[in-house]
Structures are given as C-alpha cells and as structure tokens.
C-alpha cells in the first residue's frame, strides 16, 4: 500500500506550511534513483551553477526535463503516494511544473537569499517571473536521497511563515504581498533522512547551508500546482516524450505538452470586458490584413536561468509598446495556442482605465466585445482569439501576475 496522510498529517501540514513522510521510499527505489541522477551529473552537459563545473567539482548539479525520460528517475513522476497527498493538500488535480533533482557536491555554497533582498540565505519560492513559481496554489515534494545532516546540510524550514505572505484580490487577479525574512518564525531543522519525504507549501520559508562533509547532498525536487492555478508568467511546455514515458497516473500531471515551441506571444488588453485589436493598414497580397491581438514573435529575454524558460514576457512588452505605445508592468498567463506550426502564448492584462491610443502610421485600433469579436470572426487573423477571450473572461482561474525578470527587479546574467 503506497504511503498516504492522515487526517492529523493533513492537518499539520495547514498549521506548518510543511508535512515531512519518513521512509517512504525503500532501498531499491532509491538506489535507481541514485543511478540515474550520478549518470546525469557525469554528462559534460549537466547544468552546474557555476556554469563551468564539472562533476565532482564543487557545484550545485541540476537535472530537470531530460530526467524525465529516464525509465528508473521518472518512476517518482508516477509514485500515487506522492500525487495523491499533493492532490489532497492543493485540494484540486494536481500538474507537475517542474522535475528537478538537484546534486551539491562537497564546497557547494548552499541555497541563494531572497530575491526581494531580505535575506541572503533563506526564501520561499513564489517568483512572479518564474514558470515553476507564478502559480497560486503549489507546493514542492523533496525526497532526500542522503541524510541530511549538520555537515551535509541540513534543510531548515519556518514553520507557519507560509501564513505570512498576504492575498490581496482584485477583481480577476489575486496580488501577492509576499512576507518579509524579518516577519517569519525562526527556521527548524527538518533532520531529513534518505528516503524522507516533505511536501513544502509554496510560501514556506526556507534554506539549506553548503556542503561541508564529504559525500554528495541530492534529493529530487518536483513541484506540483493545481490544474486552476496556471503560473503567471506562464506554464514550462513539457515534450510529448517525456508526457509519453510516464504510466496512465503520471500522465494525468502533465497538463502541458507540445511537439511545438512557443513562437509567438500575444495579449488580452481588457477594458471592462472590451478587447483591444490591431490590424495593419493597407493590404497584403491585395488582401485587408486581420484583426488581432497585439503581440508578436517571442524571444527569450531577459533571463537569468533555465527556469525561466516559458516566461516571453519581456519580448511580449516591447511588442507591445511598439504597436500600442502601453506600457505592460505585468500581465497574466491565459493559454497556449496553436498559430503556424508553433504555440502562441496568450497572456491578459485588465486596466482600469481606458488608455490613449497613439497615432500610428502602421496600425489600426478597435475595442471589441466577446459578441462583436464573433461577428468579426471572418476578419480575424487568428481563429484562436475567442477561445482565449472566452477563457480570459469566464473560467474560474485562480490567476496571479507575471513579469520578465526586470520588472521584478533582477537583472540578466
């Protein structure tokens, strides 16, 4: 019988923001896990964070995706006594955002501070320009894979901080008031063993120090969000490989997947439930160019890490700016669509206000309701417009902001 919570367990996880499994997995399990994840740390290719290192150099190794299709690493993606506690704490299906395990070697530094700056250790990992930490509803799984001791590094967690962090709703929008290092409870030692597992709510407040031992520091680190909770800057797109490789279970966690790349980014400016389109003036091939979104070809810009992958906000905002002369301080992510053979990632972003629109020699402007979005639909560029409008206006989403990594105020590495 695979592991399950109890209620107490349930219960403690809401009060703490943390519910730690002890010896859920066995030595057979884990030793496949070991096998996988030293094959990939050995690859030239495996991502250090020093971008230079080279196992079994001091570093932090990651292997994320591509562990996926490793038959004895992605056995966790399928294991019901994970999916199934995860299913329960966010209380709605669970979809798998991230696959990561990560490898500390001995000198490794240990965890980075809080991007708000107020801390130089710990953090929680709500990140609006981050596609693992955008949503408003997830939670990490943590199977360590040592022991994690005071000389290995200990995993410290604050319990309850979780209750720190504020929500603040604004009309289809949850705004996060994220709590200071300065307002948690003091840090715990979680003392994980091999074979522990935790579950970590989202705004949980936490920090591992460097290696001082000897021996490797692993552990596979997933992240799980709620099927209505969509990241704000937008989902990772798993390949159907790796949605392929998993069993029935595993499956039904992988909400995003594509044999196609994000090519194109488009917005939803909304204005009490009017839509803003542009067309080109003039024709095409003696054609009247269509009624569409504005936006355009998305780029990776503006992007520290390989976690941002997914997060086209930067190039969406230029692209913007230069048809509409708005300027975009956040957005939120509606969907993904197909557009020429490549996914368009729609995003919305409600104004208050009706906003000037510029003078412009290439484009025309117009503000369209969903009802005279249908009439126009002969006229528009892209057919997927009304799903992404209808999607915008009418599903219960629980939607937080995103942002590129300059408005969140970090800067490109």
Partial sequence: MPWAPSEKDINFYRENGFLIARGVFDEKQLAGFDKAILKFAKLPTCQSSDRKARYPEPSKYTISYEGLLDPDLASIANAPSIIDTVEILLGQQPCLKAFVAYLRTPGDRGTVGDYQGSSQTGHCDYKPFRPVGSSLNWLFTILALADYTEEVGPLYLSPGSHKCTRLEQRGRITHVHRARADEIPPMVDSKLCRGDLVFMHMFCWHEAPGNRSNQDRWGIYNKYMGVDAPPGCGPFVFSDEAYTALDERGRQTIRHHSHCSIGTARLI????????????????????????????????????????????????????????????????????????????????RPLDELPPLPHSVEYEFCWFNEDELKVQLPALANRFVLDAVCSWLHEPKLRGIGQSQMRAGLKAK
């Fill in 269 to 348: 400016v909304e204005h009490q439930d009017r839509i803003l389109m542009v067309r080109m003036k003039g024709h095409q091939n003696g054609q009247d160019t269509g009624w569409m979104l504005p936006g355009g070809v998305a780029e990776q810009r503006d992007v520290v890490t390989d976690w941002d992958i997914g997060n086209v906000i930067a190039s969406l905002e230029a692209n913007v700016q230069d048809q509409t002369g708005l300027e975009i301080d956040w957005m939120t992510y509606v969907g993904d669509y197909v557009e020429d053979n490549e996914l368009c990632r729609v995003y919305a």
